[in-house]
């Protein structure tokens, strides 16, 4: 537990007794979820389906505001402010906290310009400073070698695995602090999804990142630490090592196992 | 047990032809009825004259053609903006609760006949216009703004539809980027429900052009091309419905042939926006 149970200053990420409900409580996804994640480092969440994974990801950059009926107890921290806090401005919040989707969505316009959009939306103009960002952005998303010759074609006849990470640029682009991925891989072939693997294992130390699967195979590929949500609660965190060779947990070796989920 | 399907099936798939029958029969009545007339009068004659006259013979409807596409047009600058406009509302801004109850009553005015809404359009908006604009009253505008309102359901509903149909992953996929609502909405799910939309416009200029009764109140119906939105206008539809009661002969005939003109122009319009429709959807 050590390795990822950092304290006070230390986290990028903490959730302090974070409880979450939708349906106006009647349905509650997550149960007193005490986490923490260090700046700089990558967190693999895995669990069944219903487990509160997607629900903790959608909290953390706000995106479970747009339900209604939901409702939050305890605390949800990023640098030790409460996301949920009267003072947060909640699009500034998502460009700190960036979100990649299991659907890639790209924008009905060029690849350059589902880059640059981020960018523009902070107020940089210069034609210069945005293809510097553009294309900062998608080499490091692994990408830049692929579309180099065709910026300016519509990124939607990209394939998927292209756009996935295309998704990924755009959200480097920001410039986020913490970049939450959300099944990335699910629609992707086996071969897109080593290189998305790959692409995060080289992003893991200039970002905080949280990657959400249901699949316990690529959190132990990934080998990152790894948090096993089920049924709303955390039931156990650790080092990908530890997790998968020796569970604490009855429920975590049954998973890892392929027993249920 | 074998014998029953079967009867079943041949049942349905002649109930499922009745349909076709009954529009290939009307098809065939009309241009029937009609065709007499453009031998006489001359094709060209009847789509391009521009005195109807049936007691001198003259029959050119292009003042109805002019009155149809004119009244039509500006149904849709009235309806097609508020419609949108609307169906955003409801369906990207306004709380489940609000469009459960919005909806349901933008719906109910698709309920409302049609004699009605020419009625209020003849009772309040002939004189204001009358007042405020001049001209007799009856015009192009009055008839635009009453049709314009009677597409509103149309235009609502199935541009709300499409609009629900874009995956919410595209909205959020733009807030997660920090956008407001409405850059999420201007750049991901309009583009996303354009076909949709495109859709909702044709069903609303298909309701337009072939609106009689609400029409013939507040449009003047005099024969003659409109040069201003306040001029008087007689549609295709009108004219059809004004003279039917009476018309004998050739004049009669004439009658049916307006209809063969605005059949053809109907299909055309339809034709056109379905494959503008294919070609957005791909």
Known sequence: MSATAPTGSECKVQAINFSFSYAYGETKALHSLNLAIRPGSLLTIMGPTGSGKTTFLRALNRLNDRVAGTGHTGQLLLDGKDVYGQEVDVAELRRRVGMVFALPTPLPLSIYENV?????????????????????????????????????????????????????????????????????????????????????????SDFTIVLVTHDPLQAARIKSDVAFFYLGELVEIGPATEIFTRPQDRRTEDYITGKFG | MRNKEKLVEILLTLIGLS?????????????????????????????????????????????????????????????????????????????????????????????????????IGLTLMVPFIRNFFGGPGFSVLASALVLGIMILPTMVSVSYDALRAVPPVYREGMLALGSTDWQAVKMVVLPAARPGILAAAILAMGRAIGETMAVIMVAGNSTIIPTSFLDPVRTLTSNIALEMGYATGLHRQALFATGVVLFVIISILNLTARVVVRGKTR
């Open chain 1, 116 to 204: 640059a959009y981020g960018p523009r939306k902070k107020g940089i103009r210069s034609r210069a400073k945005l293809d510097t960002i553009v294309e900062k952005a998608l080499k490091t998303a692994v990408i830049f070698e692929e579309v180099k010759d065709r910026l300016h074609s519509s990124a939607q006849r990209l394939s998927g695995g292209q756009q996935q990470r295309l998704a990924l640029a755009r959200v480097l682009a920001v410039d986020p602090e913490v970049i939450l991925l959300d099944e990335p891989t699910s629609g992707l072939d086996p071969l897109s999804t080593l290189r998305i693997e790959e692409t995060l294992r080289q992003l893991r």
């Open chain 2, 19 to 119: 349909s076709v029958t009954v529009l290939g029969l009307i098809i065939l009545f009309i241009f029937k009825e009609g065709l007499p007339a453009f031998a006489q009068v001359g094709l060209w004659q009847f789509v391009t004259g521009t005195r109807w006259s049936p007691g001198k013979n003259l029959l050119g409807i292009l003042p109805m053609i002019a009155g149809s596409f004119v009244v039509t047009a500006g149904a849709l600058v009235v309806g097609l903006p508020l419609g949108l406009g609307c169906a955003i509302y409801l369906s990207e801004f306004a709380t489940a609760k609000t469009a459960a109850i919005l909806k349901p009553t933008i719906e109910l005015l698709a309920g409302i006949p049609s004699v009605v809404f020419g009625f």
